[in-house]
T-cell receptor, first 109, second 115 residues
């Protein structure tokens, strides 16, 4: 059974203080690992898809990396507008997604 | 980017009412649409998968007679919560998937409150 574990549950950063969010996973055959951002009261917004160990993708202050057991979402010099819950998900059969419980990020001035 | 529209955004109604939620993919054809449920401080739990013109596939523990799904076209799926009760109160989110390596794109959810 596919499993996704995210840590930490919550993270509070000062503006400009870089950090990383972790997504550990177990899967029989990786079809894709997804990162989404979710704002309160909204649906998840797609950020990245990673398919193989060693792959990296970047978008503005965010960079996602992938190993055989975990993925990291690195946030460089975050701003308050980066505050959100970041969700990691594994793609399974039938294009179904198994989500982790997310990391709630708060970036303060 | 791909846009998925979900309506209504919020519903408050009395126990016993049936509620319909619409999910539309606005700028792409959705081969498959998914319906999720999210409780406060928890992650998204997949309820069912629907393909256009086919019966929906429900996840274990989800009552198909309670949560009726219709996927009439490649751009529209509906979820009807039949005879809703307070325990059905939750945040319902749909997503749409087109083809190949495209990710699922999500609507903005429907907050359902049953009194």
């Amino acid at each position: 059974e596919d499993q996704v574990t995210q840590s930490p549950e919550a993270l509070r950063l000062q503006e400009g203080e870089s950090s990383s969010l972790n997504c550990s996973y177990t899967v029989s055959g990786l079809r894709g690992l997804f990162w989404y951002r979710q704002d309160p009261g909204k649906g998840p917004e797609f950020l990245f898809t990673l398919y193989s160990a060693g792959e990296e993708k970047e978008k503005e202050r965010l960079k996602a990396t992938l190993t055989k057991k975990e993925s990291f979402l690195h946030i460089t010099a975050p701003k308050p507008e980066d505050s959100a819950t970041y969700l990691c998900a594994l793609a399974g059969g039938g294009n179904k997604l198994t989500f982790g419980t997310g990391t709630q990020l708060k970036v303060e001035l | 980017g791909a846009v998925v529209s979900q309506h209504p955004s919020r519903v408050i109604c009395k126990s016993g009412t049936s509620v319909k939620i619409e999910c539309r993919s606005l700028d792409f054809q959705a081969t498959t649409m998914f319906w999720y449920r999210q409780f406060p401080k928890q992650s998204l739990m997949l309820m069912a998968t629907s393909n256009e013109g086919s019966k929906a596939t429900y996840e274990q523990g989800v009552e198909k007679d309670k949560f009726l799904i219709n996927h009439a076209s490649l751009t529209l799926s509906t979820l009807t919560v039949a005879s809703a009760h307070p325990e059905d109160s939750s945040f319902y989110i749909c997503s749409a998937w087109g083809q190949g390596d495209q990710p699922q794109h999500f609507g903005d959810g429907t907050r359902l409150s049953i009194l």
